[in-house]
């Protein structure tokens, strides 16, 4: 079957007919695709799309749209579609706005009409305040239209910064993406990668290698795990099913717009045996480990936490949960890491996270464990001063209901950056395990006592007398209590039931900053 227009039609039933045939052309094109993508291991536009709606509710728009523009040579590909499939549909009875790119046309590449398809998703989505779901696998800007495939790149990039902050975007890298491809969903809120078929770079391994003599596999450049480390990548699908169920999971966290409060599953919370649980986790040695993460799961619904970037920056935990039914941000640092301590990663990954939950109206709980910011000669050098700061900057412009639990230490500016009271989160809440001061027993006997110890002959003695008297002193929650700079101390297994009263005492919180255009958050 041919896509030329058959002459001299004239009556209705001939011009449905033609419609049909038009129909049937543009379904046979992405038909063709099914073959190659399923020897790779992947779906087709198609079919990924039909897997992430619910059933029956996509609305395909521009089906009929072909290229008209650009050197093709002799190459008569002229499919219908131009190698993308858009539209609209449902996910869990919400509309959502869609794009799924087809790597056997052009390699997915983006001209000028397929920025032009992009684009008028983006728009509808941004007017009705829907999210919008790229599901990417493009090898960048079409090199047959020239600058006409950098310009559409240039307007998806403009509104993916016109649509941030107003509609959620998350964006799925399912194939070998470059270029624009990479840089596009790199500005929206949220990637998800597939272990084995997805692989995203800037530039691929024959350029790097022409360019800066290196030989990396496609692994090694783009692979997920490279990724994730890189903290580009939000979640590891292990296949695609995982990649779209994942995402229409973080959907039902979030609120369909900025003006929308996120779904609600209300259930009605009352204390039970398990908060007990809570009583156990902080051991009694000062510098022994526990997983924070036991800390969440006994505090929120069902104890289902949806991590973001487990791969980066583990020291601190970030995702979503839901208390008595209604989503919260955790930001909680890991002891498992660096004692939990704030490197450059952990405060950039915080502030951005925290700017998330800002802009899309989710309540921010934060569980505090850190000894300070991470020292040494890396950190310093990688610019952990103005990096580090972003975490407490995110904090102090955020408007959202915020409660903070301090479970063990809370340390120098470890506590300043974990959403103290002072950068005006709502509810400040400490364990009695918990160990607010300027810095740990061992540092701060160090610099007051550094006299006395050389005169006691650096005595182990006198210096483990000096620790714990100022560990009882001065690493308590009970001078931050006094001063009314924790609300009130807890004991562990109230938490979930005090956090929970403290959110919806919060519920109504509005809050707006002094007029400007917006703060100058230091990048
Ligand atoms: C046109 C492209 C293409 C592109 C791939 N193809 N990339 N066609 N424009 N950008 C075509 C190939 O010619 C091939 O066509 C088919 O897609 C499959 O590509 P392969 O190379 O065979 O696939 P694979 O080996 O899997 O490698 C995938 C790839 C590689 C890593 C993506 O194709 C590649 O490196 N492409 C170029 C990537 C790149 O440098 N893009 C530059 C973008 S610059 P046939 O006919 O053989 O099937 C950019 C700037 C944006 O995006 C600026 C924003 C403002």
Known sequence: MTTTQVRGVRTTAAKIAELARRREVSRQGTLAAVDKQHAKGKLTARERIDAFLDPGTFVEVDALARHGA??????AREAYGDGIVTGYGLVDGRPVGVYAQDFTVFGGSVGERVGQKIVKVMQRAIEVGCPIVGLNDSGGARIQEGVASLAAYGEIGYHIAQ???????ISLILGPCAGGAVYGPAATDVVVMVAGTS????????VVKAVTGESVTFEELGGPAANAAAGNVHYVAADEQDALDWVQTLLSYLPSNNLDEPPEYPVEIRAVADDLALNDVIPDEPNRLYDMRSVIGHLVDDGEFLELQAAFAPNLLCGFARLEGRTVGIVANQPLHLSGALDIDASEKGARFIQFCDAFNVPIVTLVDVPGYF?????ERGGIIRRGVKL???YATATVPMVTVIVRKAYGGGYASMGCKHYRVDANLAWPTAE???MGGEAAVSVLFRRQLQEAGDSEEVREALVAAYREEMCTPYEAAERG??????????TRMEVAKALRMLRTKRKSGPARKHPNLPL
């Open 70 to 75: 650009g050197n093709y040579g002799d190459d």
């Open 163 to 169: 649509a941030s902050g107003v509609v959620p975007q």
């Open 199 to 206: 692989h995203q770079f800037v530039t691929g391994p024959d």
């Open 375 to 379: 020292p040494g000669l890396a950190q």
């Open 392 to 394: 407490s900057f995110a």
């Open 436 to 438: 607010i001061a300027v």
């Open 485 to 494: 700079y924790v609300d009130a101390v807890i004991a562990p297994s109230e």
